[in-house]
């Protein structure tokens, strides 16, 4: 049974407001008392509880900055907390910059390899999972070629074929993306939502409403890094565009 428990869960940043101090004038300033700091800490997420149980999905709604995507990748461990505690049961597949681990003077099938450890996957798998990226992605011609020479659509094909190649228990998505023509983005859909019903959870982000009412029964809506609200998805989304934070 996959679950995700989180404590009073807080993400903080640091924010320096001298645009580049150098080495000397840091030092300095660190001796002479009184020196007003030229930095101010920021929580990005504070204090979030929340249970998710298996056979949820749940969409996370908010304006920019609220929270959402730095919440998503504490939830993948990408961001360690200040405070309070994370429990996940469950192998978690995280979509959110889908391809960031890919080289770029490394040829497509190497970058296989080298992202797919990135994203958990043993070499053994990953051999197994090999001819199936490429056939999926549809570089056969070019598999061989360093991604630097890709076109975006070809680098996002291998990425998102790779990315989505395992079905796993719990499914994180930042924003759901196909990159590619008409064709593959067709295929690339009918895969996500193939991987959105097997999985255990699905835990989405979007600032696509009519996304989230199709594919969540469950909507939290962060506000500058703490939860608003959270309940039935129709009736949250309903209080976010009330709220005029929908374009």
């Known amino acids: 049974m996959s679950s995700i428990v989180i404590n009073d869960l807080s993400i903080k940043f640091r924010l320096y407001h001298d645009r580049s101090p150098s080495l000397k004038d840091y030092i300095s300033s660190f001796f002479r008392s009184g020196q007003k700091s030229g930095y101010s800490d920021f929580f990005a997420v504070k204090n979030i509880s929340l249970k998710i149980n298996q056979g949820e999905r749940v969409g996370i709604v908010g304006h920019n900055g609220a929270g959402k995507s730095t919440f998503l990748k504490a939830l993948c461990r990408i961001y360690e907390p200040v ?18 681990g890919f080289h770029p003077e490394f040829t497509g099938r190497e970058n296989i390899y080298l992202n797919g450890a ?41 990425a998102f074929s790779l990315a989505t190649a ?30 959105v019903d097997k999985a255990n959870i ?23 890094g703490q939860i608003k609200e959270d309940g039935e998805s129709n009736s949250v989304i309903d209080h976010y565009i009330e709220a005029g934070l929908v374009a």
């Open 118 to 158: 990135i994203l958990g996957y043993s070499n053994e798998l990953l051999k197994v999972l090999e001819p199936e990226v490429i056939a999926f992605a549809e570089l056969e011609e070019f598999i061989d070629t360093p991604v630097k020479y890709y076109s975006t659509g070809m680098y996002l094909r291998l």
């Open 202 to 224: 699905m835990v989405l982000v979007s600032h696509d409403t009519n996304l989230l009412r199709t594919f969540c029964d469950r909507v939290i809506w962060l506000d500058h």
């Open 166 to 195: 395992v079905h796993p228990e719990i499914l994180v998505l930042d924003e759901l993306f196909a990159g590619g023509d008409a064709a593959f983005v067709k295929k690339a859909t009918a895969r996500m939502t193939q991987m």
């Open 83 to 100: 405070d309070g505690s994370i429990f996940v049961d469950g192998r978690i597949a995280p979509l959110l910059e889908i391809g960031a």
